[in-house]
């Protein structure tokens, strides 16, 4: 097990970057760290020459890997690191310098078993993208197939988790210290960052989820998922269809090609629509460098490592809440968020309803390029805290991915308005899962079920009744003992070992910047 000390001197070396960054003023100011943090926060700041605008994404990405997909989930929560930083870590381009094609060679050697080319005719060795996990290389197949081939960074595994159990050890520390940290529950919220990451850095887990989402998407007109090719797919390779298509961000190359943008707009919000609210299983991931424009406009999804799932229940939640903002229907979204329990009962409806409304009136009647998916999620942010709503780390990247999408159809076409677009999909989603005959045919099915399969009554009953909450049980989180209980244990002298760990990375920290700066 990682030392406390080995933590320390990790985290006050990444608080250096950071402050390099200029990216640590405005998290020392939020209202949510704790005074001990804003102290560590100014140790990490001392000596160094800082920009006058922070720049979030640059640090992270000098952090490492880790760092960057922290970085991305984070971007969701504005309410802990501030608008600022939230908006300029969507920003936040997941790429890295290639891995020499050596390493990537003995790679899928050692991972499929065979020489390379015995798998593939050709492979490209200059890769075509290079990510913080993985690069993906060009190829065809013996049987003349063109291919893409992703491809782990070697030793990749092990630095993500040596950094997640840094993260794990900071959370649990900050959460200890109660008050609003506490509330915005940062152990749950790394635990379900280790549970998405580890999923990513298993390529079959990828590959499974691109299989299950073409079958969810199978009947959706133009929007088309690559084939798999599991013969050349491992834990640590994988190969799929490559696709020749135009970049969705390439707004110029659209356009030449004769494609209709709005239409294309409307489709990506329709299609992460039925993916989330219908389906419930949806694509997490979805920037501009992940979906493509065929010639005939489909639109093409790649990048399956970050996927989100929403129970049927919370769909039900989730889709009444946009329907009801949407119709200024308040009452209902704030009785949706007591029956959720995202909101506890010791506080009045009514005042939440007020609250929302707060949120929602100011965006009615306003002109559509004015109107924000992201301002309304900013909006509620900012009422959480009044009413003790904890994070809901299952919603976090349903939450992301609406503002991704949101962001890639209004480049697409600048006045549209996610809420015009969506709400006859929802409405229409609403009335067939709720709905008179939706109910009478569930009830039929029901009685059939239950009389068919009586022994089994009780755990049927329990499956279809879902426990109070709208949120589903929370991943456990890290067992980490505190540095002041292990203090009591150790005496004064595991102090003064912290404390030389400080000093020795601060000192560390500092030589890094003047090497920086004077070299």
């Known amino acids: 097990m990682t030392s406390s000390r080995t933590h320390i001197f990790r985290l006050l070396k ?33 000596g160094t020459i800082q920009p006058k605008e922070p720049n979030y994404s640059a640090a992270l990405q000098a952090i490492g890997p880790a760092a960057i997909k922290l970085g991305q989930t984070l971007a969701t929560r504005p309410d802990i690191i501030g608008e600022a930083a939230a908006r300029d870590l969507l920003q936040l381009q997941d790429s890295l310098p290639p891995v020499p094609f050596d390493s990537i060679r003995d790679e899928i050697e050692f991972s499929l078993g065979k020489p390379l080319d015995e798998l593939y005719s050709h492979i490209d060795p200059d890769p075509v993208g290079a990510a913080s996990i993985a690069q993906v290389h060009r190829a065809t197949t013996l049987d003349g197939k063109d291919v893409a081939v992703k491809v782990l960074r ?35 919220v790394i635990a379900n960052f280790r549970r998405w990451t580890m999923r990513e850095l298993d390529l079959r887990r990828e590959a499974a989820s691109a299989s299950e989402l073409a079958e969810h998407m ?16 491992s834990g640590r390779v994988l190969t799929l269809d490559w696709v020749d298509g135009v970049k969705i ?17 409307s489709r990506l919000v329709h299609t992460f629509l039925k993916q989330a609210i219908e389906a419930g299983y949806f694509h997490a991931d979805m920037h501009q460098g992940n979906l493509f424009v065929k010639a005939d406009g489909t639109i093409v999804a790649i990048d399956f490592g970050i996927m ?19 119709t200024g229907n308040y009452k209902r979204v704030a009785e949706i968020h007591f029956e959720a329990q995202y909101v506890p009962d010791h ?5 939440f309803a007020t609250a929302l409304r707060a949120v929602g009136e100011p965006m009615r009647g306003k002109p559509v390029s004015e109107l924000s998916v992201g301002d309304m999620l900013d909006g509620l942010f900012a009422i959480t805290r009044d009413f003790d709503m904890e994070t809901q780390p299952h919603l976090l990247l349903l939450q992301k991915t609406m503002v991704m999408v949101e962001g890639i159809a209004t480049d697409l ?12 999909y929802v409405k229409e989603w609403i009335r ?14 029901a009685d059939v079920d239950t009389l068919l399969m009586l022994p089994d009554i009780v755990r049927r009953l329990d499956a279809q009744l879902p426990r109070q909450g709208g949120a589903p049980p929370p991943p456990p989180v890290a067992d980490v003992e505190l540095i002041w209980e292990k203090r009591k244990r150790g005496g004064s002298g595991e102090f003064w070992r912290y404390a030389l760990t400080t000093v020795v990375a601060a000192a560390a920290g500092a030589g890094a910047v003047w090497l920086y700066t004077n070299v």
Do not use: C
């Open 347 to 351: 506080h009045s409806m009514e005042d």
């Open 432 to 445: 067939g899962e709720l709905g008179p005959e939706a109910a009478i045919a569930d009830r039929i099915n």
């Open 154 to 188: 070697p030793g990749i595994i092990k630095k993500f988790s040596r950094d997640i159990e840094t993260y794990e050890w900071a959370a649990a520390h900050l959460e200890a210290l109660g008050g609003e940290a506490a509330r915005l529950r940062p152990q749950l």
């Open 218 to 233: 199978a009947q959706v007109d133009q929007f088309e998922i690559p084939a798999i090719d599991w013969d050349r797919t």
């Open 14 to 46: 990444w608080g250096r970057t950071l402050a390099k960054h200029g990216a640590l003023r405005d998290l020392e100011k939020h209202k949510a760290t704790p005074p001990q943090v804003r102290r560590l926060f100014r140790i990490a700041r001392i």
């Open 308 to 326: 989100g799932r929403i129970n049927k229940k919370a769909r039900f939640w989730l889709a009444e809440i946009l329907y009801g903002l949407t």
């Open 413 to 424: 076409n600048p006045t549209i308005n996610m809420w015009d677009a969506s709400g006859p």
């Open 249 to 265: 961000s390439n707004r110029e190359a659209l356009v030449a090609a004769g494609h209709d943008l709005d239409a294309i707009a």
